[in-house]
T-cell receptor, first 112, second 117 residues
Framework: GENVEQHPSTLSVQEGDSAVIKCTYSDSASNYFPWYKQELGKRPQLIIDIRSNVGEKKDQRIAVTLNKTAKHFSLHITETQPEDSAVYFCAAKGYNFNKFYFGSGTKLNVKP | SAVISQKPSRDICQRGTSLTIQCQVDSQVTMMFWYRQQPGQSLTLIATANQGSEATYESGFVIDKFPISRPNLTFSTLTVSNMSPEDSSIYLC??????????????FGQGTRLTVV
């Protein structure tokens, strides 16, 4: 099955700085890579996603890049704000089985 | 998007008993999944709930411990059987794909926080 690894496990940045979270995946057949934000006590919510036919996608302060050859993808948050503080999960979805496999999570702390 | 109602939201149960968690979706969806999330940990896929047939379990999870039902395209249940304190966790229902296109994001229920004493 798919194996998704995520780094770092914790990340602390100053408000206004950028944050980068990286993930690798093992199954070259995976074709969809979402990022979820989970605030304490709440359900995961999609913040951005990318499909395997695209190398980069941006939505305001958030961007995701995908390198299919190296099988890694990254989340970039610019101009971080305290409300960005949460746990972020990357995930990979296979083409054949439609199952999502999640990374271990990154706890982001944005210091005001 | 799909709206998912999951219940109960939390429960405290005695060891050796069983708890059934329900997941109701406001529209027909192709795929339904059950995840477990230990405190401060990631989401671990338990099984895929298949409509009209037996669920497909991930490595480390078995039907006797986590029986799953999915009688139609909008509803599923997960039972945690013969519970022990190690089963204390958050259990999340997830769906993906409308009935027409399965290739969409995953939506999550609000989770069931289970404590076994």
């Amino acid at each position: 099955g798919e194996n998704v690894e995520q780094h770092p496990s914790t990340l602390s940045v100053q408000e206004g700085d950028s944050a980068v979270i990286k993930c690798t995946y093992s199954d070259s057949a995976s074709n969809y890579f979402p990022w979820y934000k989970q605030e304490l006590g709440k359900r995961p919510q999609l913040i951005i996603d990318i499909r395997s036919n695209v190398g980069e996608k941006k939505d305001q302060r958030i961007a995701v890049t995908l390198n299919k050859t190296a099988k890694h993808f990254s989340l970039h948050i610019t101009e971080t704000q305290p409300e960005d503080s949460a746990v972020y999960f990357c995930a990979a979805k296979g083409y054949n089985f439609n199952k999502f496999y999640f990374g271990s999570g990154t706890k982001l702390n944005v210091k005001p | 998007s799909a709206v998912i109602s999951q219940k109960p939201s939390r429960d405290i149960c005695q060891r050796g008993t069983s708890l059934t968690i329900q997941c109701q979706v406001d529209s027909q969806v192709t795929m339904m999944f059950w995840y477990r999330q230990q405190p401060g940990q990631s989401l671990t896929l338990i099984a895929t709930a298949n409509q009209g047939s037996e669920a497909t379990y991930e490595s480390g999870f078995v039907i006797d411990k986590f029986p799953i039902s999915r009688p139609n395209l909008t509803f599923s249940t997960l039972t945690v059987s013969n519970m022990s304190p190690e089963d204390s966790s958050i259990y999340l229902c997830s769906v993906t794909g409308g009935h027409v296109d399965p290739n969409t994001e995953a939506f999550f229920g609000q989770g069931t926080r289970l404590t076994v004493v």
